[in-house]
């Protein structure tokens, strides 16, 4: 059944008078360049064999997380982050842990890093090698402190640019510049099992179907909006083809799919509970809540018929697969949705929000941090 927000979230957020629109986060002005953020170390690294992969792909991924950090700490007032700064670094986090975990959801289980061997039929093996090579290293710039840690890396990145590394000289290195030993953080990350327990924490992503289109099936809602929806859905598998894979999807109704099919594959959904049988099935295991005609994200309501969200979870009826819902407060809510989504792959994202009035924004949903996530 969809439940109503209980009454202290009932305040909708999005029905004040419309702002001024917002400029996309992602569109330049003519003749603006990207921003370039300033390098928090230096250095490009070549693995010396497939267990030194992390080492190669993390210092590269960690770096442009770190640079981001102290991009936004230094422009921010009295260096405290506010919520949209948050927001963006949030994010930034979310990508190596939902790469790596839905990567080892992928394989069937967890690799210890030094375990990895490259095998060019697959990309699981890289995404495992960094998203989990980016934690040890934000592990470990928690245990030396970032400034120390900075430095080293830059150091280690400068001495050795271009050059085959192995794990063994990068720690040597590492625990040089700590003054100790670093076994009790290196060994259970290079040789151990999983050390982020994600046991009930999501890590599916709005787009980690993409590298399983075989796998992906689109169900559309006929319980309100039957039209609308089904070209919705349609026009969300052209999107989809076009970001990446050029493959086609499988579109059905939500009164017709099989209990079948909604277990053996990622499912994207068009259309809110209300609208969906199979979205409200499935939307408890999402970062989203939906009421009558409304949704609750990160402790705020969202009721303006114009508003949206593509939300990411769990396929509750077989875990190895995700679900992604596409669901506007409205027929022509849910279609606008599909038009928001990326025409390219960008920000790796639980939830793609869009509230009436504002441009789409990325989120991950309100968790502790990268780094205060670290055991």
């Given amino acids: 059944a969809v439940n109503e927000p209980p009454a202290q979230l009932a305040k909708a957020i999005d029905l004040a008078p419309f702002p001024k629109p917002e400029r996309s986060e992602t ?78 959801r992928r ?22 090698a960094a998203g989990k090579g980016v934690h040890l290293l934000a592990a470990l710039r928690t245990q030396l402190g970032g400034e ?15 050059q085959k590394v192995s794990t063994r000289e990068f720690r040597e290195h590492l625990e040089k510049a700590a003054g100790q030993s670093l076994s009790s953080t290196f060994d259970p990350w290079l040789s151990g099992p999983s ?42 598998a052209r999107k ?14 939500d009164d017709e799919v099989s209990e ?3 277990k053996a594959h990622h499912l994207l959904l068009v259309g809110r509970p209300a609208a969906n049988s199979v979205t409200e099935r499935l939307a408890a295991g999402l970062p989203v809540r939906f009421g009558a005609g409304s949704f609750v994200f990160n402790g705020e309501t969202y009721a303006h018929a114009n508003s949206g969200v593509i939300a990411a979870g769990p396929n509750r009826l077989n875990e190895r697969y995700s679900t992604v819902v596409f669901a ?48």
């Avoid at 949209?84 to 842990?97: D, G, I, K, N, S």
């Avoid at 967890?110 to 699981?124: F, G, I, R, S, Y």
């Avoid at 929000?353 to 990268?370: D, E, F, N, W």
Wanted: hydrophobic share 45%; no cysteine; net charge neutral.
């Fill in 27 to 104: 569109t330049l002005a003519r003749g603006e360049r990207p921003r370039v953020l300033p390098a928090a170390w230096r250095g490009t690294l070549l693995p010396a064999s497939d267990g030194d992969i992390w080492l190669a792909a993390a210092f590269s991924d960690y770096e442009r997380i770190v640079a981001l950090e102290k991009s936004l700490t230094a422009k921010a007032k009295d260096h405290k982050l506010d919520r949209e700064t948050e927001r963006q670094l949030a994010v930034a986090r979310y990508a190596p842990f939902s790469r790596w975990r839905a990567a080892a």
């Fill in 107 to 128: 394989l069937g289980g967890d690799v210890p890093l030094a375990e990895v061997q490259a095998d060019w039929k697959t990309n699981e093996w890289y995404s495992v």
């Fill in 148 to 162: 120390a840690f900075d430095k080293a890396l830059d150091d280690f990145g400068r001495a050795h640019a271009g």
């Fill in 195 to 236: 050390t982020t327990d994600s046991a009930g924490e999501n890590f599916w992503s709005v787009d980690s179907f993409e590298v399983e289109p075989e796998r992906t099936l689109i169900v559309y809602g006929t319980l309100a909006d039957r039209d609308t929806q089904r070209e919705a859905a349609e026009l969300l």
């Fill in 240 to 253: 989809v083809a076009r970001r990446f894979t050029n493959a086609s999807f499988n579109i059905v109704r």
């Fill in 260 to 262: 079948a099919d909604l």
């Fill in 328 to 375: 506007g407060l409205s027929a022509s809510a849910t279609r606008r949705v599909v038009e928001a989504l990326p025409g390219r792959p960008g920000d790796v994202a639980e939830v793609l929000l869009l509230r009436a009035g504002h441009t789409p924004k990325a989120y991950r949903a309100a968790r502790a941090s990268l780094e205060t996530a670290m055991p």
